[in-house]
Each structure stands twice: as C-alpha cells, then as structure tokens.
C-alpha cells in the first residue's frame, strides 16, 4: 500500500517540493518506485528543480526499468543509472539557472522497492526511514550540521535548534559535482518505508512519527492517509514554515 501527501505550509507563496509514487506489476513481481524532491531557488525557481527531476526520474520508470526486468538487474547497474540522470539533471538545472540569472536546486531521495531488495538514492536533507516497532534513519543528511554530529563537534539535541541545520553540503542543480549516497538491502514485510522533506520531521519526533505511522496502525490506505495528514496538521500547529511532503510504503 502507498499514500503520498504534500502541503504548501503554512508561510510559503508555493509549493517547491515534488513527488510522485508508483506501484508497478513487473515480469520481476510487484515493486514500487517513490521519488520525493525538495526545491529551493530564488524567483520561486525551486518547484522547476524538484519536478525536473521528478520527470527525469519517471522517464527512467517509463523508459529503462522495464528493460531491466527482462534481464533482471543487480545493485551497481541501478546506481549507475541513477547516477547518470542525477549527472544529467544537475547540468540542465545549473544551465537554467545561468540563463535566468538565479540560484535554484533540488534535494532528491528516491527508492525502488521490489519484493526482495531496495534500492535508494540520497542527496541532500530529504531522508528515507524504516518505520517498524522502532524508528529508523535509512539515509544521511547531507549538510552542515550533520558532518558537526558525525564529527563530534555537536550532539544530535544542538543539531535540532543549530541556525546551520538547513545549510546543504550539495544539491541537484547548485553544485558543480554531486555525489549521491547509494543504499541497498533485502526488503522487509510488514514495514512502514517513509521518504518525507525536511519539512515533515522538524517539529515532530521520533516517538510520535512511531505511534501514527508503525505498520500495525496502517492497515488501510485511507488510514495512512489520514495519519500522514494529521502529522502535517501537526507540523503546521508547531508552527513548521517549510513546505511539508511526505509518502508511505507499507510493506506486507
């Protein structure tokens, strides 16, 4: 079951993040393919970064993977070409913003679920979680703020208030290079896969994401959706400005 939800917040003129979820019936059985895209630019440019990606993304979805499950695939070939439309996006997103004269970019995290694997892609502060009895982080931000905790400089409670906590060490369309961080693994049942925007998770916790969104609450998808939603409406109580985007995967 998937659901997929985004909000506007409660402070920006639009809405700059992107994504799209799909459940696809392959030769390979069934997989899901989500792509969630936070985009941030001047002149409200961030939501032509997000979803020229997203469509990047899907033309692969349309296009490459099909072929892939002829033959089937093994981890290297999707990053690979997960690399190259990253490669490719970064170009035509930095071009853009030459020719009008601004700064635009995007996050990206994007995962393939089949029945056995996972395939993720990360860069940025957008992040991927495992949800079961427990709350766990899949992907690692990719900002300032989070090389301080790794490095031991801060704790992670600093890292939640640290004014840096927004600042990227890269993004697709706003650094020369970009190296995306790949994982890989066997995919689990009976879990809750999260992809969400730095926006859904900065004025709630850990605890709460559990209690709404762990697997054995999620037998429904009008209930995912409706979780999703009120952690959203809870996000914008807190007084959340960003955009707030989130999709599920529950897996069974």
């Known amino acids: 079951m998937v659901s997929a939800s985004t909000d506007i917040g409660i402070k920006k003129s639009t809405n700059q993040d992107s994504l799209m979820v799909k459940t696809l019936k392959t030769g390979k059985g069934r997989m899901t393919f989500a792509v969630l895209c936070d985009g941030m630019g001047g002149l409200a440019k961030g939501e032509v970064a997000s979803a020229t990606v997203i469509n990047a993304f899907h033309n692969w979805m349309m296009n490459q993977l099909p072929i892939l499950c002829k033959t089937g695939f093994e981890d290297f070939e999707i990053q690979e070409q997960w690399e ?4 490719i996006m970064n170009q035509k997103i930095m071009n853009y913003g030459n020719q009008q004269n601004i700064k635009l970019g995007t996050t990206v995290v994007a995962m393939l679920l089949t029945e056995e694997r996972y395939y993720i892609a990360n860069v940025g502060d957008s992040r991927i979680y495992k949800i079961s009895d427990k709350v766990e982080i ?18 992670q409670e600093e890292a939640r208030i640290d004014p840096r906590r927004n600042v990227l060490l890269q993004c697709v369309g706003a ?43 999620l037998t429904k998808v009008a209930t ?13 109580k807190r007084q959340e400005t960003d955009n707030i985007s989130v999709i599920l995967v529950r897996t069974f």
């Open 84 to 87: 190259t439309i990253i490669e």
């Open 224 to 236: 995912m959706k409706q979780n999703a939603d009120y952690l959203i409406d809870l996000n914008k």
């Open 175 to 217: 650094s020369d290079y970009v190296s995306a961080d790949f994982l890989f693994g066997n995919t689990e049942k009976d879990v809750t896969y999260m992809l969400c925007s730095d926006g859904f998770r900065h004025e709630i916790n850990d605890s709460e994401i559990q209690q709404f969104l762990n697997p054995e609450e």
């Open 138 to 155: 899949l992907t690692e931000d990719q900002t300032v703020v989070a090389r301080e905790v790794k490095n031991g400089n801060i704790s």
